[in-house]
């Protein structure tokens, strides 16, 4: 059964006033009429808890995979999953992963090496959930994770891979007890949930971490609040820089040093990047104390590709997508851009929720980007395409173009760009997604 660790026992206990009148879907219900429900189950569309989590799962009774390792951090999570995701994979049984947000389908948040699941399998997932809920008023995520949970369980998967939501300690993935954890990165996102300063930040993520198993740190900086919390439950915490380094030479190869491996002449990652190349030596750290890192580990990294980071596709004029959606993410993009400059202009196409640091973001970026376009996207917290060009133009004192419906907009920088130039699209998921899914369908 999987086991859990209450951190607060007043959180335990769930909410049950903001139970909805809605009746469960049907059982010819689609995908989407569950999403649907889940949407409306609890009116808030973030309430941070681990007491409804818990309820169900206790009432789910679902067998644990051999290995479950919970991925936390501001950024660099989803490529760090991808990455264990391709290095935990083996013949007799999968490999689980659950990820968010998705960029195109929701099934993509629920995958078995590598492979989203059909509607079918996550339909049967939530009916099981509905039929032991009981009163509890799961969020969203939450009924997304557990969802994972039902899904691995029914499918035998060795490996269970959990990419915390928001945070860490109040998060839905945190009622399971993971036998490693790895914390990508500690920066400024989501503060009005999880404090306004690295240390606060720091903290909350660190509440993913369980005493006697090992973890590792792979960002820049480490704050205290981490090192502490480590100290407080006992996890013996690895942190990039002092346990283990990473070598990087300017051919694209590096390498991995630790007192357990030392790993030379790595191959060139196919995602783009320092920073891609700081997950990679995290997750390396990580799956070596697990006894868990394969003999090919290098070639599969080098084959790791995400969709959505710094993702080119091809053609004249090429067009780079990129999820950076906080100050962090966007500094991240600006050192690649100029670290493979073009010929001709950078033209960004800009889509962000109206809680993110836009003016930091844009910031990063104003060095190298040479003409600003805002779109509109599909978000009860998105920022009007009109306030974020005012605000973008605020920034970089020069004008910036709005659209108010995104396949115009990607029309419209696409006939006013060159051979030469190159147009990046980047910000919240929800910009970057169904941008993505446009150019497939070769519609711009």
Known sequence: ?????????????????????SSAPGPSATLEDWLDYHQRLNPRRIELGLGRTRAVLDALELERPDLTITVAGT?????????????LREPRKPVGAFTSPHLIRYNERIALDGAPVDDATIIAAFQRIEAVRGDVPLTYFEASALAALAVFADAGVAVALLEVGLGGRLDAV???SADGMLITSIDLDHQSWLGDTREAIGAEKAGVLRGGAPAVFSGNDMPDSVAEVAAQVGTPLWVAGRDYSVGRHRDGHWQFESALL??????????TGDHQIANAAGVIALLARLGRLPDDAADRLSRVAVAGRFQRLSGRPPWILDVAHNPASAAALAATLRHEPCQGRTLALVGMLADKDLEAAIG???????????????????????????RIAAVTNRPCAWFDAQPTALQAVRELANSADRIVVFGSFHAVGPALATLRGRRV
Do not use: C, Y
């Open 174 to 176: 945190n009622a399971v």
């Open 262 to 271: 030392t790993l030379v002449d790595l191959p060139p990652l196919t995602l």
């Open 1 to 21: 059964m999987l086991s859990h660790q209450h951190l607060n026992p007043s959180l335990n206990r769930p909410r049950t006033d903001s139970l909805t009148t």
């Open 75 to 87: 950024n660099g999570k989803g490529s760090s999953v991808a990455m264990l995701d391709a290095l």
């Open 364 to 390: 990063s970026l104003d060095d190298v980007v040479d003409d600003w376009f805002a779109m509109p996207i599909e978000s009860p917290r998105a920022l009007p395409p009109l306030d974020l060009a005012q």
